[in-house]
């Protein structure tokens, strides 16, 4: 079984500062996805960034960079430069290895850009 | 593309109907999910389907029904809906392994 952790319900950042969102995962494969999606108050979900559980690098996709440590087991979400558009709902999540890549969730950041 | 699309938006049912939430997409993609998400939580998969006439559960089955007979539509069918239904419904879909996953915009169910 796998499990995603956020352990950051809210957070707030001054508009134009990096911030860092946590996310802890457990699993037993040795192949798997990270994702990060984003949900802003109209609820739909955006696709930010993906890392692959053997991709050498940390993934960076704009603004949105991934701190990888596999040994931690954490894949940290990093937004620089904030944005006031940035405030939403962020989530965590993890798929197997295998043919489906069913996501498995975690409970999610609220973040908040202050201007 | 239109993407994934999803209806109703929103409904409300009462204890004991039975509905299908509808769900197509126009990607030609093999992967298609169901997720429900209560309020402040992630989300959770019901069912997921690999290919026209595949599917297979998910986390949270129980009182959810699916079929996949075409590429595009993936439906999910309620029975004897329950207060415990009451949640945001998406579906989703994906190319391939290493694809992300493209959300429909939700059906937001009530049961009262």
């Known amino acids: 079984a796998q499990k995603i952790t956020q352990t950051q319900p809210g957070m707030f950042v001054q508009e134009k500062e990096a911030v860092t969102l946590d996310c802890t995962y457990d699993t037993s494969d040795q192949s798997y996805g990270l994702f990060w999606y984003k949900q802003p108050s109209s609820g739909e979900m955006i696709f930010l960034i993906y890392?692959?559980?053997?991709?050498?690098q940390n993934a960076t996709e704009g603004r949105y960079s991934l701190n990888f440590q596999k040994a931690r087991k954490s894949a940290n979400l990093v937004i620089s430069a904030s944005q006031l558009g940035d405030s939403a709902m962020y989530f965590c999540?993890?798929?197997?290895?295998?043919?489906?890549?069913?996501?498995?969730f975690g409970s999610g950041t609220q973040l908040t850009v202050l201007p | 593309n239109a993407g994934v699309t999803q209806t109703p938006k929103f409904r409300i049912l009462k204890i004991g109907q039975s509905m299908t939430l509808q769900c197509t997409q126009d990607m030609n993609h093999n992967y298609m999910y169901w997720y429900r998400q209560d309020p402040g939580m992630g989300l959770k998969l019901i069912y997921y389907s690999v290919g026209a006439g595949i599917t297979d559960k998910g986390e949270v089955p129980n009182g959810y029904n699916v079929s996949r007979s075409t590429t595009e539509d993936f439906p999910l069918r309620l029975e004897l809906a329950a207060p415990s239904q009451t949640s945001v419904y998406f579906c989703?879909?994906?190319?391939?392994?290493?694809?992300?996953?493209?959300f429909g915009p939700g059906t937001r169910l009530t049961v009262t």
């Open positions: 999540a993890m798929s197997p290895s295998g043919s489906a890549r069913q996501l498995t």
């Open positions: 989703a879909s994906s190319y391939s392994m290493r694809d992300e996953q493209y």
């Open positions: 890392q692959g559980s053997y991709d050498e």
